[in-house]
């Protein structure tokens, strides 16, 4: 193959720039001098600071700068501004090695231990993410949902081992190396725990879209499929379900039919452009693309093919669904369409009457959102809500709607549609098929906030 | 609007999966018990352990797993598998609040100052970003190179302002509220430092990917377009520049045509998720898509409407481009396509004649990546690379190439084109109508890497 470089113009036909001068030229008609002590105490290396004060005192003198007035409640206001100290002084300077921090500013975004349903077991405990803070559709590394059972391992990746074993021709073990050494596929996907939202509909309410939809996360994620794996090892035709089994002190571990692991499961070492982090399950997890967190087993060490599911306690005593008739559905572990607004949401106060962009993410683990609505008249009319692109199958799809507060008491909440045709349903919707009593796991149902004619936004569900 | 929720039939038929049983009919048939101490300690909570063990052992009598035969070079070893430590105990608890960080097994993954070509001005100085060791197109938040001028400021965003004003009918001041009070866009861009790979043109030659071409990261940015508050402001119809300038002690500061600041240009406060990191302008940095990085003025504190470009520092003394006449061109902010191979790449060492999934990453300042190729016997032949979606505007696009390297010295390199058809030059293409010499700034040649027979890989550039 050949590929001609016949469109190199390097020079181009800048009409508006002017044409290149020389060293010496260039440093004539440059307005500003070399770094002097003098230039950064003064922060006026630009040789515009003289002007930028003067326009800033007339805007003192003038008693004030026209109102933004496009935006309701975005008036700039008049203000006398001072110079800051941090364009007066020189900043911190470059460490030779670092891995860099958020702002000490921003020290209130964390990963959050539930406050309002308090578990008792320090081991097999969660945090939550703090989804109101999240901008755009990615969780930053720091801050993805945590679900351990026996806490988080600390695995030394050179003596970490994979095995796959069962009805197999051929038994395998993997060395991290080996399975880092596969061609490698990288995918945006969501991860939501089968318990998020779960306590709303107990008698313990929630305070903040952290509590109630923190156990939620997305990014984009890199490992192998699995099925190379599995093809590799050779399954017995008669072989339907796949163990999957964590290195952890819980040893947690589901059983998967074959079709989803041969499917679009994957072995997962890499998590937004690095590699897993510890409470992630570094350096080895499985994936199950839009099924109950839980399945996407972390800290993976072993991959056993059967004939049929092993009942574990994850299957049974957890992760099943209670049936109006008194039985419990097992194996449910497809995360359907839901979604949640984010902002406003319960514990922000709103600030007068005005413009707010209502924003909140939605998601399907069956594919990709087709739309969603948004009432901000407690469900007497719902409005089709922008969605932001890229729309990706399995993953946090954004969704804002700009909306006129009047500054009357209203409920607000969101409602998704997915590309199987599948509504988010109402709490009623649900009750009608499953019993809503004790953890309900898989609750997606349509969710409300309230707003107060004093802006104070709370948790609604009645 | 209304939407019937007739797709909400929560029991699906699963034919493989089990009708639910009753919870003590669960309780029995889950092989589990209820956590203990000794059950922990054994790591054997699946009720499996033994099974497993006893596998195990016969792996080890049996004196080896038959080799993983698809992929050569990564035969699974017989060993002797030790239950770990991890296994059989518990890990850290889940604290209160938290901000995750890497396992501590990662730590040589991190932001390096160039040791290669080192500045001596510890506040105008760069780090840059291990894409040698990034998985996926997206950087993490404490992985994005950095470039100062005067150190990292940091801004306390309650008293941050960003000021308008110049040719406009209505200057204007924003708090930090304001704009995040705006409806917000979310984008996926690279950014990409203009001197990325330019000491490599010189007389001292980089080891690595990340000391060659780590001015270079990638990730979701938030924020609103700057073109908004432009036409809040009001410019008046000869205004042609606009100033963007820094808050930092070196007040950074660049002219931009009215034409790219009323396009696509944004006011960016979050990346990855999160608000911006101090070092990549918190809390608030301009964003110029597909131009050289110090275009996108970081802790942007001033935007000042002019008819003519300022000819600052940083557009003179700085940031310019050779001609091979002695002059320099101004104003070439565009980053025009480029790709480099980060795996295997300079310092790596490869384990023998096999397959090899050459990696790399491609990208455009222009917009998308149409294709990219590989050469793997040092540009005699090129092969098309499979890429790897989404393929978003003027953002990094991951290319895979399957290689069976046959033991041989060679040479590697990969060559992108984007969807204007400009393709990535030579450096022998690039001489024809600049001047290689001094502080090449973007250069953005094919690059090659050279592998040994011993398969030790190093920078290759003659």
């Known amino acids: 193959m050949s590929r001609n470089s016949t469109n190199n113009s390097y020079v181009k036909d800048m009409s508006d720039v002017l044409a290149g001068p020389t060293r010496d030229e260039a440093h004539a008609l440059s307005r500003q001098k070399p770094y002097s002590k003098e230039d950064v105490l003064n922060g006026d290396l630009t040789g515009l600071g003289a002007a930028r004060r003067r326009f800033l005192a007339g805007v003192a003198a003038a008693g004030g700068v026209a109102a933004a007035g496009a935006l309701g ?39 959050n231990r539930s406050d309002i349903f308090v578990n008792k077991q320090n081991f097999s405990d969660w945090s939550m993410t703090p989804i109101q803070h999240q901008k755009g559709i990615l969780t930053p590394n720091g801050l993805i ?52 939202t779960l306590t709303d509909w107990l008698a313990v309410k929630s305070k903040t879209v952290q509590q109630t939809h923190g156990l939620l996360s997305c990014t984009q994620w890199t490992g192998i499929p699995v099925s190379w794996l599995l093809d590799e090892a050779g399954i017995d035709p008669a072989g339907k379900w796949i163990l999957f089994e964590g290195a952890d002190g819980s040893a947690h571990a589901r059983s998967i039919p074959v079709d989803k692991a041969m499917g679009d499961t994957m072995l997962i070492y890499a998590a937004g452009g690095e590699m897993l982090r510890p409470e992630n399950g570094y350096p080895l997890r499985a994936f199950m693309p839009g099924w109950e967190g839980n399945t996407s087993v972390k800290w993976l060490r072993r991959i056993k093919v059967s004939d049929k599911p092993w009942h574990l306690r994850s299957e049974t005593a957890r992760y099943t669904d209670p049936m109006p008739d008194g039985r419990w559905r097992q194996f449910s572990m497809e995360m359907e369409c839901k979604s949640v607004i984010t902002n406003p949401s319960g514990g922000m106060q709103l600030k007068g009457p005005g413009l707010y962009e209502i924003k909140g993410f939605a998601w399907s683990g069956r594919g990709t959102i087709k739309a969603v609505d948004v009432t901000t008249d407690g469900g007497k009319s719902w409005k089709t809500a922008d969605l932001e692109g890229p729309i990706m199958d399995k993953c946090l799809t954004r969704f804002r709607y700009r909306w006129n507060w009047d500054g009357g008491p209203t409920k607000i909440a969101s409602r998704a549609l997915d590309d199987t045709g599948y509504v988010q349903p ?6 009608k098929s499953r019993a809503i009593a004790g953890f309900v796991q898989h609750h997606n149902g349509i969710f409300p906030w309230s707003v107060s004619a004093g802006g104070e936004v709370k948790n609604a569900i009645a």
């Open 145 to 196: 949902f945590e679900r351990h059972h026996a806490g988080v391992a600390d695995i030394d990746p050179d003596q970490h081992r994979l095995v796959i074993h069962g009805m197999v021709k051929r038994p395998l073990v993997f060395t991290m190396d080996d399975l880092t050494r596969y061609p490698s596929v990288s995918k945006f996907y969501f991860l939501e725990c089968s318990g998020n």
């Open 426 to 431: 109402s709490v009623e919707d649900i009750a």
């Open 73 to 111: 409640g975005t008036t700039a206001k008049a203000e006398k501004l001072a110079v800051p100290e941090w364009s007066k002084s020189m900043g911190r300077p470059i460490e030779p090695k670092a891995y860099g921090m958020p702002s000490k500013y921003e020290g209130h975004v964390t990963r």
